[in-house]
């Protein structure tokens, strides 16, 4: 009996939403590279749904069975078997993409791994390509709701160095890698996209 391809609900509830913000966004890109595939889900989708795009999809070697399933079951041209991504090695893959979405992976980094996040995305995108990152995060050091909240607690019990980011610490790494910040989408259950892109 074969095993079954990894699921995560949070994954089937967001993924219309997010497409919903992405698609007008990503209209004119060539490839997006997803940092953090976890699943395999949203790449398995985003590349049903945007088949103009090339989606590649990334993560730790762990994680790399079950991203697999789901692109082989898929079994589309533009869904890309995951690359090796460790944002802390360097180099990162050599890969030409326009565009640079991650979901749900800065709460659960140290603050060192979201520094070489925003560093190797700044290394990795052209003049004018986009960087979008979607999950919860703080504004001013607050919390956007009570649940939040409780979810941080959570994810510091778990691992002290993970926790809820706060926009502004966010920005200032943007900016010192000359990504202009375009725009803050509010999301179900709490969440956003951040929207930056690198300048010309």
């Not at 490839?31 to 790449?43: D, K, M, R, W």
């Not at 050091?141 to 510091?156: E, H, M, P, R």
Request: aromatic residues 10%; proline residues 7%.
């Amino acid at each position: 009996m074969s095993k079954p391809k990894p699921f995560s609900q949070a994954c089937d509830n967001n993924r219309e939403p997010i497409l919903g913000v992405i698609r007008p966004l990503l209209a004119d890109c060539r490839a997006v590279l997803e940092i953090g595939s976890g699943t395999g889900q949203h790449a398995a989708y985003f590349a049903t749904e945007l088949p103009h795009l090339q989606w590649l999809t990334s993560d730790l070697p762990e994680h790399h069975a079950g991203i697999r399933m789901w692109t082989e079951d898929a079994d589309l041209p533009n869904l890309h078997a995951p690359l090796t991504l460790d944002v802390l090695q360097y180099p990162w893959p050599d890969v030409d993409v326009d565009a640079v979405f991650s979901a749900n992976t800065a709460h659960i980094m140290s603050w060192q791994m979201v520094e070489a996040l925003f560093g190797g995305v700044v290394k990795l995108l052209p003049a004018g390509g986009q960087f979008l990152l979607y999950g919860p995060f703080n504004y001013a050091g607050n919390y956007t709701s009570d649940s939040n909240a409780i979810f941080d607690g959570w994810l510091k019990a778990r691992d002290p160095e993970s926790g809820i980011r706060n926009f502004e610490q966010l920005q200032a790494l943007a900016e010192a890698g000359s990504m202009s910040f375009v725009h803050d989408y509010e999301m179900p259950a709490n969440n956003r996209i951040l929207h930056w892109r690198k300048d010309d």
